[in-house]
C-alpha cells in the first residue's frame, strides 16, 4: 500500500456553501478556512475540486517543494494567457534562467543603492498632485498612484526605456487581464474555445502589451547598451537548455516584470486610503510620525529607519490585502499532506488572504491594527502565517523593492499633503490577479507645507 493510501480523506465543503464560493469567493474562502480550523478542506466536487491549505505548517510544506507542488493545473490557465513562460508560472530550467538573470537586480543591496534616486522621482510624480491640491480638485487615487509608481519603476528598473505613458498604458491593461482572467479561473475547466465573460477584453490588453514591450526588446537586442535595466539584463545573450533565448521568453518575463513592479505597490496602497478615512488614530499616528522624522524636508533614504510605523501600517495593509492573494499548486504524485491524502493532479489552493485572516492564527483577525507589527513585539507565530510575498524558492523578487518604494510614496505624500476621501468608505474589493478595492478611492488633497530642498 502506497504511503498516500495510507491517508484521511479531506473533509468536503458542505455542498449548501457552494454557490456562495461562487458568487463571494472570498468571503466564502475565510468562511471555509476558519471552519476547517487549520484542516485540509477540498471545496466542490468531482475531479476538479481543489483543496484549500490553510495550516502554516501545510503551506511551508507546499511552497518549499517545488518539485512535489508545482505551478501548472487549471488554475494557472488564465495568468499563462497573459505572461506565457514567465518567471512568475515556469519551473526548472526555463524558471532557474530567468531567475538568474533577474535575481541579482532586486537583492537589498542594489535596492539601496538606487533608493535616493527612486525618492526623487517620486518626489517629482508627487508634485503633479500640487495644483490640483491648491485647487481643491478632487483626484483618482488609482490613477495618481499608478502614475506616480510608474514614474519611480520606469526611471529606477527599466531605465527609462520605457516612457512613463506606457508603462501607465500596461498597468490598466494589467487591471484589465486582472479582472477579465478570474471567469476562467472559477471555471478553469471551461475549453478554451468556448467563449466566456471577458475574453475580447482579455485578449485587447495582451494586445496592448505586446504592441509596447515588442519594439523595445527588439531595439535593445539589435542596440544592447550593457545597462543594467532589467530590459538589458533580459536581452543579454543567453541560453537555456543549448538553445539561445527566445525573444517570447523574454517578452514573457518582461510583460511579469512590469506587472509585478507596479501592480504590487498600487494595490496594496490602494487600500490606505479607506483605512485613514476609517481609521482616524491610525491616520493621526502615521502624521504625526512622518511630521517629525520627515517635516518640510524631501523624503530620503536616510528616513527610511525612522518610518517605524509607516513600516506597521504597510504590514497590516498586506496582512489584510495581499497582493498575491492566491497562489495555486498542482500536486505531480500521490502525497499525504498534514495526514490528508492528495491524489497527483490535484489542485492545492494556498492563500495567504485566508490564512491571515484567520481565528486560528491571528487575533482579531477583521481589525485593522498596524501594532501587531510593532518590531518589539512578539512576531507573527507560527513563521507562515503570514507570507503575503509567498515562500519558498518562488517568493517574490520584489519584496524588498516593495519594502523601500511604498514607504518612500507614504511619506512623499503625507508630508505635503492630508488626503480627505469624497465619498463613504468602502472596504469592498475588486477580485482579480490582485485586490484592489472595488470602488477606487476619490481625494481631495489639502496641502501641509512646501517642501525645502
Not at 456562495?20 to 476558519?34: F, K, S, T
Not at 526588446?217 to 530590459?231: F, V, W
Amino acid at each position: 500500500m502506497s504511503e498516500a493510501a495510507t491517508g484521511a480523506v479531506a473533509r468536503n465543503l458542505p455542498l449548501r456553501k457552494l454557490p456562495g464560493l461562487v458568487r463571494h469567493p472570498l468571503e466564502a474562502l475565510v468562511e471555509a478556512g476558519n471552519a476547517a480550523n487549520g484542516d485540509i478542506v477540498r471545496l466542490g466536487v468531482g475531479p476538479v475540486g481543489p483543496y484549500l491549505v490553510t495550516s502554516p505548517d501545510h503551506l511551508e510544506t507546499v511552497l518549499h517543494n517545488p518539485e512535489t507542488y508545482v505551478r501548472e493545473g487549471l488554475l494557472w490557465t488564465g495568468v499563462r494567457r497573459a505572461v506565457g513562460e514567465a518567471i512568475l508560472v515556469t519551473e526548472g530550467a526555463v524558471w532557474k534562467s530567468s531567475r538568474d538573470v533577474l535575481r541579482p537586480l532586486f537583492t537589498s543591496a542594489r535596492v539601496n543603492a538606487m533608493t535616493d534616486r527612486m525618492a526623487e522621482a517620486i518626489r517629482d510624480a508627487v508634485d503633479g498632485l500640487a495644483e490640483p491640491a491648491r485647487e481643491g480638485r478632487t483626484v483618482d487615487a488609482g490613477t495618481e498612484l499608478a502614475r506616480i509608481v510608474c514614474q519611480a519603476t520606469t526611471r529606477v528598473l527599466f531605465g527609462d526605456k520605457i516612457t512613463v505613458s506606457d508603462a501607465v498604458r500596461m498597468v490598466d491593461a494589467f487591471g484589465v487581464i486582472a479582472t477579465e482572467m478570474i471567469p476562467r479561473i472559477v471555471v478553469p475547466w471551461a475549453p478554451g474555445w468556448l467563449p466566456l465573460p471577458g475574453d475580447r477584453a482579455f485578449a485587447a490588453a495582451v494586445a496592448t502589451l505586446d504592441e509596447i514591450v515588442l519594439p523595445l526588446i527588439r531595439e535593445a537586442r539589435r542596440h544592447p547598451d550593457g545597462g543594467d535595466d532589467i530590459i538589458s539584463a533580459l536581452c543579454a545573450p543567453r541560453e537555456i537548455d543549448g538553445a539561445a533565448v527566445t525573444e517570447k521568453q523574454i517578452r514573457d518575463d518582461l510583460v511579469a516584470m512590469v506587472s509585478t513592479s507596479t501592480e504590487t505597490t498600487i494595490a496594496v496602497l490602494s487600500w490606505l486610503w479607506p483605512v485613514l478615512a476609517a481609521h482616524q488614530e491610525v491616520a493621526e499616528k502615521l502624521y504625526a510620525e512622518i511630521d517629525r522624522v520627515v517635516g518640510g524636508a524631501e523624503v530620503r533614504r536616510s528616513h527610511l529607519p525612522e518610518l517605524r510605523y509607516t513600516r506597521m501600517v504597510l504590514d497590516e495593509l498586506l496582512r489584510l490585502w495581499p497582493a498575491g492573494w492566491f497562489i495555486p499548486r498542482m500536486a505531480v504524485r500521490d502525497e499525504v499532506l498534514g495526514g490528508t491524502r492528495i491524489a497527483a493532479g490535484s489542485t492545492i489552493l494556498v492563500s495567504p488572504y485566508v490564512t491571515q485572516r484567520m481565528r486560528a492564527f491571528w487575533s482579531d483577525p477583521d481589525d485593522f491594527d498596524p501594532e501587531r507589527f510593532d518590531p518589539d513585539g512578539p512576531k507573527p507565530e507560527p513563521h507562515y502565517s503570514y507570507l503575503p510575498f509567498g515562500g519558498g524558492p518562488h517568493r517574490c523578487l520584489g519584496q524588498y523593492l516593495f519594502a523601500v518604494e511604498a514607504p518612500l510614496i507614504i511619506a512623499t505624500i503625507l508630508s505635503r499633503f492630508r488626503p480627505h476621501l469624497v465619498g463613504p468608505v468602502d472596504f469592498t474589493p475588486r477580485m482579480g490577479a490582485s485586490l484592489r478595492p472595488a470602488t477606487e478611492a476619490k481625494l481631495v488633497l489639502r496641502p501641509v507645507r512646501a517642501v525645502v530642498p
